[in-house]
Nanobody, 123 residues
Framework: QVQLVESGGGLVQAGGSLRLSCAAS????????MGWYRQAPGKQRELVAS???????NYADSVKGRFTISRDNTKNTAYLQMDSLKPEDTAVYYC?????????????????WGQGTQVTVSS
């Protein structure tokens, strides 16, 4: 069974930094895109950043220049380095990934979500 497990959330003061990790486990054949989303109370879930296997990434305008997404394909893990955090970054952050785990060719990618990790930025 495939799982995504996030870690690294917590409470930080404005201007501080946090690093989130997302580890995929199970009988994984291949992981295509990996991404981080967030959902603040009363708001819709939104894409924060995503990265494909080759390393190409994209960011929401609100986090450009402050957040950096990366991945280690050998560890099936994605990271989100968050610097210069603002109170408006407060949300539950979710990892998302397209993962192939079934036999067959071409790989059949299925979308998975992690359970979420809380990030709270105090002013």
């Amino acid at each position: 069974q495939v799982q995504l497990v996030e870690s690294g959330g917590g409470l930080v003061q404005a201007g501080g930094s946090l690093r989130l990790s997302c580890a995929a486990s199970g009988s994984i054949r291949s992981i295509n895109a990996m991404g981080w989303y967030r959902q603040a109370p009363g708001k819709q879930r939104e894409l924060v950043a995503s990265i494909v296997r080759s390393g190409t990434s994209n960011y929401a305008d609100s986090v450009k220049g402050r957040f950096t997404i990366s991945r280690d394909n050998t560890k099936n893990t994605a990271y989100l380095q968050m610097d210069s955090l603002k109170p408006e970054d407060t949300a539950v952050y979710y990892c998302n990934a397209d993962i192939a785990y079934r036999r067959g060719f071409p790989p059949d990618y299925e979308n998975f979500w992690g359970q979420g990790t809380q990030v709270t930025v105090s002013s």
